[in-house]
């Protein structure tokens, strides 16, 4: 069974930093791209970052110069390192496989709220 774990989310000051991490399990990892996704309640949830397998990394005009993606296959984990946060950046972030893969459930996300 394939699990999407995250974590690292939390309450930050505008301008702060925060560090997501999703570890993955059950499945290989290095061969597919992962993405990071955000979800604001009542909205549709928005593909922020992409890592491909071969590392590189695409990211949304909002968060371009401010969000880095990254990897470790050999800890099947994919990261989001988040700078100079702003509010509108809070949100519940997930990772999940780019492109979606079918029968894979979400994991919990984790919730990051940037307020002073």
């Known amino acids: 069974q394939v699990q999407l774990v995250e974590s690292g989310g939390g309450l930050v000051q505008p301008g702060g930093s925060l560090r997501l991490s999703c570890a993955v399990s059950?499945?290989?990892?290095?061969?597919?791209?992962m993405g990071w996704y955000r979800q604001v309640p009542g909205n549709q949830r928005e593909l922020v970052a992409i890592?491909?397998?071969?590392?590189?990394?695409v990211y949304v005009d909002s968060v371009k110069g401010r969000f880095t993606i990254s990897r470790d296959n050999a800890k099947k984990t994919v990261y989001l390192q988040m700078n100079a946060l702003q509010p509108e950046d809070t949100a519940v972030y997930y990772c999940?496989?780019?492109?979606?893969?079918?029968?894979?459930?979400w994991g919990q996300g984790t919730q990051v709220t940037v307020s002073s």
């Open positions: 999940n496989f780019v492109p979606l893969r079918p029968s894979i459930d």
């Open positions: 059950g499945t290989l990892f290095s061969i597919y791209g």
């Open positions: 890592i491909t397998s071969g590392g590189g990394a």
